[in-house]
């Protein structure tokens, strides 16, 4: 700016100059003017130039719907054309235009002395991104994209745990209540075995969620063949999760929304007590589990689907009184039936609670639920 005072003050300058030399000789006036004139207009036209070069322009949503990646540190970007404008909020606006999570919004250019304001329509993605001086488009772009990236990997995965992903036309194939037409989802797994079972029974693990309470670090410490189980199930095409608590399921977000035909816990069990602990105490604890799973349960099986619970039936573990509990949340006894494991060919019952041992699980009868 001070070549620019410069250059105003050497044409005021020689502007007077010019008149005071043209009132002295009288002879040159008009050619004096001419060069004010040009002087003048060079002025006005490197202004203009510099103010454009300098221009930063700043690209803002008007409108951010609950952003599902908020952004703490939102990148911003320096540029000098309104193209460059264009694309980043282009590329900011790459997924589908049927995504319920993209929400128009109007883009807002300013220029960099606030007087101009354009509105532009994008379908921009809900990312919570603001983008002003001065960080270099590229990085800027990146950023971008790789927020997509995120959210796109959110969205397979949630299209992974789908109850709906049996094979239409594939001949059905059973083992003892279970149908490879049923979508099915397990929980309480220990070793995986059961699961794995169902799914060599059926050549397919599309219709089975199983999870477990238990984390796959104390998986892999404790049961022996529960990775090779879970590798059978997830090259069959089953879906395997770890830390899903059967007693907060139905809020689970991406198990939640779903309804499966057949919900399978065999022989729910809330731990191993010390002897200190008395007896009433460990039956109350084990009918809490017993309640709050088919609580849970009951809304996540279909209008005609079942939940299964294998139960043993003698001594202590008859006061479960699992048919009571059934009753008091709206469910009825579809029918008991003895259980087998010789049934499950490769299913080991496991404690749950460390170790590799397998329990007896003899007498015990499997008792289906469904909705009144």
């Known amino acids: 700016m001070g070549n620019l005072q410069s250059i105003c003050g050497s044409t005021i300058s020689l502007g007077c100059e010019s008149k005071t030399r043209d009132e002295e000789g009288g002879g040159n006036q008009y050619k004096s003017n001419e060069a004010l004139v040009s002087l003048s207009s060079i002025y006005k036209a490197t202004k203009a130039i510099l103010q454009k070069l300098y221009k930063c322009v700043y690209l803002r949503p008007r409108k951010v719907a609950n952003p599902s990646l908020p952004i703490q540190n939102p990148p911003q970007v320096c540029s000098s054309s309104h193209s460059i404008l264009e694309d980043i909020c ?3 606006s790459t997924g589908s235009s049927d995504d319920e999570e993209n929400v128009s919004h109007v883009c807002q250019i ?7 304001e354009v509105e532009q329509e994008h379908v921009v993605s809900v990312i919570g991104v603001e983008i002003g001086p001065c960080l270099h488009e590229r990085e800027a772009k990146e950023q971008v994209k790789t927020i997509i990236v995120v959210e796109e990997e959110e969205r397979e995965a949630k299209e992974q745990v ?3 992903s049996i094979i239409v036309g594939e001949e059905e194939k059973r083992i003892k209540h279970y149908s490879s037409r049923h979508s099915i989802l397990l929980v309480g797994e220990g070793d995986f075995s059961f699961s794995a079972c169902l799914a060599l029974a059926f050549g397919s693990a599309a219709n089975i969620v199983a999870t477990s309470l238990d984390s796959l670090a104390f998986l892999k410490k404790n049961y022996g063949n529960a990775m090779s189980n879970i590798g059978e199930l997830r090259r069959r095409g089953g879906k395997v999760m770890h830390e899903i608590d059967a007693t907060k399921m139905a809020n689970h977000e991406l198990l939640g929304h779903l309804k499966f035909d057949r919900v399978i816990y065999n022989f729910p069990y809330a731990g191993i007590f010390p002897k200190i602990v008395p007896r009433e105490t460990q039956l109350s604890l084990h009918r809490e589990l017993v309640s709050k799973f088919l609580m849970n349960a009951r809304n996540m099986i279909s209008e005609n689907g079942e939940i299964h619970i294998s139960h043993k039936t003698n001594g202590f573990h008859d006061r479960f009184y699992v048919e009571d509990i059934a009753s008091s949340h709206g469910l009825r006894l ?3 039936v003895t259980f087998e ?3 499950y060919p490769g299913y080991n019952t496991k404690s749950g609670f460390g170790g590799d041992a397998n329990f007896d699980c ?7 639920y469904g909705l009144n």
């Open 90 to 92: 282009l590329s900011s």
């Open 110 to 116: 300013y220029s960099a002395d606030g007087n101009e």
């Open 162 to 164: 789908n109850s709906s």
């Open 334 to 336: 579809i029918e008991a």
């Open 341 to 343: 494991r010789a049934d």
């Open 362 to 368: 003899y007498p015990s009868n499997t008792f289906k």
